[in-house]
T-cell receptor, first 113, second 114 residues
């Protein structure tokens, strides 16, 4: 089955800095990679996703990059704000079988004002 | 609208009680999910329904019993739970159980077993 590694487990930055969270996956057949943000006491919410036929996707201050050869993908947040503080989960979904995404263990991002 | 609604938001139950968690979506999604989440951990898949039929049971103990009455509703019946079952229970849905389908989560039901 798929195995997703996510690093770092905790990331502390100053407001205005950039933050990068990295994930690697094991199943080369995975073709869909969503990122979820979960604020304290709330639901995981999709913030951006990328499919295997695309190398990079941007949405305002958030971008995701995918390297299929190396089997890793990353979330980039620029000009971080205190409201970006949350736990971020990456996931990788296989192209077959159950199609169920495998989640990374999560990164707790803390943005200090 | 990407709304999945869950009730109740909070539930405290004794180990001998029977209770149910309810979930509803009106997005026309044909796949619905139950996840369990412990603090600071990723969501852990419990059950998947596809077109109202149970598609995946991740070896969940029988004290958890899912039910999908129709394409919009999903229930999780709880009986004889243990304190270690205390967690956030997330319902979710996606257009289909298939490649590239985004999963949308509800706000969750916080369950405490005493």
């Amino acid at each position: 089955g798929e195995n997703v590694e996510q690093h770092p487990s905790t990331l502390s930055v100053q407001e205005g800095d950039s933050a990068v969270i990295k994930c690697t996956y094991s199943d080369s057949a995975s073709n869909y990679f969503p990122w979820y943000k979960q604020e304290l006491g709330k639901r995981p919410q999709l913030i951006i996703d990328i499919r295997s036929n695309v190398g990079e996707k941007k949405d305002q201050r958030i971008a995701v990059t995918l390297n299929k050869t190396a089997k890793h993908f990353s979330l980039h947040i620029t000009e971080t704000q205190p409201e970006d503080s949350a736990v971020y989960f990456c996931a990788a979904s296989p192209a077959g079988g159950s199609y169920i995404p495998t989640f990374g263990r999560g990164t707790s991002l803390i943005v200090h004002p | 609208d990407t709304e999945v609604t869950q009730t109740p938001k909070h539930l405290v139950m004794g180990m001998t009680n029977k209770k149910s968690l309810k979930c509803e979506q009106h997005m026309g999604h044909r796949a619905m999910y139950w996840y369990k989440q412990k603090a600071k951990k990723p969501p852990e898949l419990m059950f998947v329904y596809s077109y109202e039929k149970l598609s995946i049971n991740e070896s969940v103990p029988s004290r958890f019993s899912p039910e999908c009455p129709n394409s919009s509703l999903l229930n999780l019946h709880l009986h004889a739970l243990q304190p270690e079952d205390s967690a956030l229970y997330l319902c979710a849905s996606s257009p289909r159980q298939g490649s590239g389908n985004t999963i949308y989560f509800g706000e969750g039901s916080w369950l405490t077993v005493v």
